[in-house]
């Protein structure tokens, strides 16, 4: 068997180029900007006026002896628009250069930083601001290009990341030249590897309408198959004893070839080499697109590298039950008249295919990174949603801004051609009104952030429909009286009466609508007074239009005066090895204040 080279740049000297002083100080600038505003907003931070300076603010380090000044926006929900030109560094009479990770460690007591933490941390930024560095030496596109870009193009010229996390592209575990191959800015082709797993040691589940010889046939052609069975065939053994595995290149070389060695020597494990199709790496890094044949399957494979709090495994028992929950949510969906008429529709995760290593299983803890090696899963591409005309974008891009300054949603606004607030309207019932739905006649939540939602545009950029995708472990059902059938029973969540509003106001209106009506305003494009007033008349049109959901509304209610600040850079601060527990996503909340609700009295 001939295995694959990894990858390799040039030269180790090329591999850094991107790495220039003038690149760093611009991804400096741009993350101290970031970590200044987020932390002030989870209260972590509390600047002080600067006297004679408008808009002026000031931050000191733990021990008072160096000051950080900048001027500053103030939006609704605490939401600070730093200028990233205005931050200086100061010493007593000395001026100083920024430097984030002497931001960070100058700040080590004030964020909550302990002493395993910190070093991490700090390697979270680095490669955070590397990752930067990289966007920032990569061609320009401007917003308005974009705009009018493929589906592939818009989801790698994201250059922000979740617009939470202040070390939001940690990545921990690439080196360089697997950053270049394998990171979703890149932009570089991606053959997966696929291995073949032992029956007795793997489990596959399906959706209803697809089995497991379906499923291969649909995704591998005719002669890689006939080159998997030859290469087992070679080795004694039968491809029909075992499930074949899509798997990361860099897992199987880092993990996979090393930690289940013995896996692989005893030919419970076979490693067949990389399938023929050319893949796309995603924003959530481990979801790959099919360019090859994009009406294939998306495939998530498992990823044991650290990033945003979490290591990127699959737990091949949790995947188990994926596809019917895919089930029972679709079948939900295409029930509901009001979900129906949004448009609505959820990318079923269709199958899923995970190995369970006896010697770890018997020694590693329920939840060890060990357990969540090996699995993978497809889920249906959005190329099979599509009309004429319509073409597919990443949620997050509405909150991109090109290094110009010009926005991405402001240039799809301008190119509809509508007022900015019918563009909004469509944009709401599109991706409002289908959450609003589901958590008020179903208690049902997502976790719906902008790299979770794929906007269907019209040809002239007006939001048509959502595609709600990374379902089964991001779902839960806040009912402990809904009967849901015994495979789906895991996501049923006992959340307390008074958090379970936070799904939506903190998902929605603080993670999303607070970055969106600022960078809206910034652009000229619409004012947050408007921004806001347009999203109460949906909410308010939505109840009335529901009256059937009155005792709901007032039992969760939208309009209220304030809401609990849910902190997400906290939970990552204190923990980012594993920030939540997902099968109790409540309980690691860290709950700070309260937020005034911007469409309370409206």
């Known amino acids: 068997m001939t295995l694959p080279t990894t990858p390799r740049a040039t030269s180790p000297r090329e591999a850094v180029s991107h790495l220039t002083p003038e690149r760093w100080a611009h991804a400096t600038r741009l993350l101290i900007r970031k970590a200044l505003a987020e932390f002030t907003h989870e209260r972590l ?136 191959a394998y990171a979703p800015e890149t932009g570089n082709p991606v053959r997966l590897i696929w291995v073949a797993a032992h029956r007795d040691r793997a489990t596959f589940t399906a959706c209803a309408d697809l089995g497991y010889d379906k499923l291969i046939l649909s995704e591998l052609s005719g002669p890689t198959l006939r080159r998997f069975s030859a290469t087992m065939t070679e080795q004694g053994l039968d491809l029909d004893d075992y499930f074949l595995i899509p798997v990361h290149p860099w897992q199987w070389w880092n993990k996979l070839s090393v930690t289940f060695a013995a896996e692989v020597a005893q030919r419970h494990l076979v490693c067949l080499g990389h399938g023929d199709d050319e893949h796309l790496a995603q924003q959530s890094i481990r979801t790959f697109y099919n360019t090859s044949n994009p009406a294939k399957h998306y495939v998530k494979t498992a990823l044991s590298v650290l990033n945003m709090g979490f290591l990127r495994g699959l737990s091949a028992s949790y995947m188990e039950a994926t596809p019917a929950i895919n089930d029972w949510l679709a079948r939900l969906v295409a029930q509901d008249d009001t979900l129906r008429a949004t448009g609505l529709a959820v990318l079923r995760e269709r199958a899923a295919v995970g190995y369970h290593p006896a010697p770890y299983e018997a020694a590693a803890p329920k939840g060890s990174p060990y357990l969540k090696m090996l699995a993978a899963l497809w889920r249906e591409s959005p190329a099979a949603f599509l009309n004429e005309g319509e073409k597919p974008a990443t949620m997050a891009s509405l909150l991109h801004v090109d290094r110009e300054g010009n926005s991405f949603a402001a240039a799809l606004i301008e190119d509809s051609g509508l007022p900015p ?182």
């Open 421 to 602: 607030t019918t563009w909004l309207r469509h944009y709401l019932d599109a991706y409002l009104t289908p959450l609003l739905h589901c958590f008020y006649a179903y208690d049902l939540v997502f976790m719906p952030h902008g790299e979770n939602v794929i906007l269907v545009l019209d040809e002239n950029g007006v939001p048509r429909r959502s595609l709600f995708k990374d379902l089964a472990e991001e779902i839960a059902v806040m009912n402990t009286e809904a009967v849901l059938p015994p495979e789906v029973e895991r996501i049923r969540a006992e959340v307390p009466e008074d958090m379970k509003i936070l799904s939506l106001f903190t998902d929605v209106f603080d993670c999303f609508f607070r970055f969106l009506a600022p960078t809206l305003a910034e652009a000229g494009t619409l004012d947050e007074d408007t921004f806001w007033s347009t999203v109460a008349d949906h909410v308010t049109a939505y109840q009335k239009a529901n009256p059937h959901l009155a005792d709901r509304f007032a039992q969760y209610d939208l309009f209220a005066e304030d809401f609990a600040l849910s902190c997400l850079n906290r939970l990552q601060l204190r923990d980012n090895q594993q920030m939540v527990d997902l099968q109790d996503p409540s309980g690691a909340l860290q709950l700070t204040g309260t937020l005034k609700n911007p469409i309370a009295n409206r």
């Open 45 to 180: 931070l509390t600047p002080e006026p600067l006297d004679g300076v408008p808009d002026g603010y000031a931050v000191r380090s733990d021990d008072g002896a160096t000051e950080y000044r900048f001027t500053a926006r103030r939006f609704a929900l605490d939401h600070w628009q730093v200028d990233p030109d205005s931050i200086t560094r100061h010493r007593a009479t000395t001026e100083l250069p920024l430097d984030a990770l002497a931001f960070i460690t100058e700040l080590r007591t004030t964020l909550g930083l302990g002493e395993q933490i910190l070093p991490v941390y700090l390697e979270e930024i680095s490669s955070t601001l590397a990752s930067t560095a990289y966007k920032l030496a990569a061609p320009h596109v401007g917003a308005a290009e974009l705009a009018r870009s493929g589906f592939q193009a818009i989801e790698a010229g994201m250059t922000e990341g979740h617009p939470c996390f202040v070390a939001n592209n940690g990545r921990l575990g690439f080196d360089i030249a697997e950053y270049r």
